[in-house]
């Protein structure tokens, strides 16, 4: 049976799970579990690194409840706590893997494309071995930018990056992943 | 210039555009999501409270360490002056001179 909408505003709920009410907290993972996870399998390997993340986001969110200013959506501070999740994981991710070439990636089958991808084209499998390969950041704005079609201004909030930095960033990026393709072609 | 090199940019954004389209499918690992979610926050807030808990019983410790390293340094500047009090009965001249440089 699936299970049931709840109606209660964000902010109640927020209230609720303040007052020590676990279960509010679930409700509020239920409803937006769906947009981390959307989010965090942009950048994971597999699935149990996506469980991870959105763990992380739903742990510390729980814990920094009280930092959560009314001033804006709840869902925006979750997804800017999301993002700064998804960019820990791939510093991490970074300094474990060190560097390694597209080609070389392609031929081991390294590419880290998560399971639940269904088979992809070759030129998508190309782009994300690509991706892996950009450094944090450039993967970051990538990512957000044109994967999750954000706005310069949403990623701007998202970040806490200044709008021109994150053009700047943008186009850094997307130079890198040219060059980057180029190397296969 | 060649007229039929491919726009690199328009070949980046037609890939974007797909994988776009191609969103990874997370059902199958955000089932019982919030069961696991609620039972690493309660291992979570048991940790963080034994760590609390440790930390309240140090505050004691921590207390008395910084009194005896009040007195340490209150018996450390008395010993200071007296020193530089019987090196200016000695010498006044190599006294003010040396404050002076520092």
């Given at each position: 049976?699936?299970p049931?909408?709840?109606?209660?505003?964000?902010?109640?709920?927020?209230e609720?799970?303040?007052?020590?009410?676990?279960?509010?907290?679930?409700?509020i993972?239920r409803?937006?579990?769906g947009r981390?996870?959307g989010?965090?399998?942009?950048?994971?390997?597999n699935?149990?690194?996506?469980?991870?993340?959105?763990?992380?986001?739903?742990?510390?969110a729980?814990?920094?409840l009280r930092?959560f200013?009314?001033?804006?959506?709840?869902?925006?501070?979750?997804m800017?706590?999301?993002?700064?999740?998804?960019?820990?994981?791939?510093?991490?991710h970074?300094?474990e893997s060190?560097?390694?070439?597209v080609?070389?990636?392609?031929?081991?089958?390294?590419?880290?494309?998560?399971?639940?991808?269904?088979?992809?084209h070759?030129?998508?499998?190309?782009?994300r071995?690509a991706?892996?390969?950009?450094s944090?950041?450039?993967?970051?704005?990538?990512?957000?930018?044109?994967?999750?079609?954000?706005?310069?201004?949403?990623?701007?909030?998202?970040?806490?990056?200044s709008?021109?930095?994150?053009k700047v960033?943008?186009?850094?990026?997307?130079?890198?992943?040219?060059?980057?393709?180029?190397?296969?072609? | 210039?060649?007229?039929?090199?491919?726009?690199?940019?328009?070949?980046?954004?037609?890939?974007?555009?797909?994988a776009?389209?191609?969103?990874?499918?997370?059902?199958?690992?955000?089932?019982?999501?919030?069961?696991?979610?609620?039972?690493?926050?309660?291992s979570?807030?048991n940790?963080?409270?034994?760590?609390?808990?440790v930390?309240?019983r140090?505050?004691?410790?921590?207390?008395?360490?910084?009194?005896?390293?009040?007195?340490?340094?209150?018996?450390?500047?008395?010993?200071?002056?007296?020193?530089?009090?019987?090196?200016?009965?000695?010498?006044?001249e190599?006294?003010?001179?040396?404050?002076?440089?520092?």
């Amino acid at each position: 049976m699936a299970p049931e909408e709840s109606s209660t505003p964000d902010e109640q709920l927020v209230e609720a799970t303040l007052g020590g009410d676990d279960h509010a907290f679930a409700e509020i993972a239920r409803r937006y579990k769906g947009r981390v996870f959307g989010v965090a399998a942009r950048f994971a390997r597999n699935t149990a690194e996506i469980d991870d993340i959105c763990q992380d986001v739903f742990i510390q969110a729980y814990f920094k409840l009280r930092q959560f200013r009314r001033d804006s959506p709840f869902e925006h501070w979750l997804m800017r706590i999301t993002t700064f999740k998804c960019y820990d994981y791939l510093r991490k991710h970074r300094r474990e893997s060190g560097s390694i070439s597209v080609d070389a990636m392609l031929e081991s089958g390294h590419e880290p494309s998560a399971p639940e991808h269904p088979a992809a084209h070759p030129d998508l499998e190309r782009l994300r071995a690509a991706l892996v390969q950009l450094s944090p950041k450039e993967r970051l704005i990538i990512t957000l930018l044109e994967l999750e079609e954000r706005s310069i201004q949403e990623i701007s909030g998202l970040t806490g990056w200044s709008a021109s930095n994150v053009k700047v960033r943008a186009f850094r990026a997307r130079a890198a992943l040219r060059k980057l393709m180029e190397i296969k072609t | 210039m060649n007229e039929f090199t491919p726009n690199p940019d328009a070949e980046l954004d037609a890939l974007f555009a797909r994988a776009r389209a191609q969103r990874p499918d997370t059902s199958r690992a955000e089932y019982g999501f919030e069961t696991r979610l609620l039972a690493r926050l309660r291992s979570e807030r048991n940790s963080s409270s034994i760590w609390a808990m440790v930390s309240w019983r140090l505050i004691p410790f921590l207390g008395a360490g910084v009194v005896a390293l009040l007195v340490w340094n209150a018996q450390l500047s008395a010993e200071t002056d007296d020193a530089v009090q019987t090196a200016y009965n000695e010498n006044p001249e190599a006294v003010e001179i040396w404050s002076h440089l520092n």
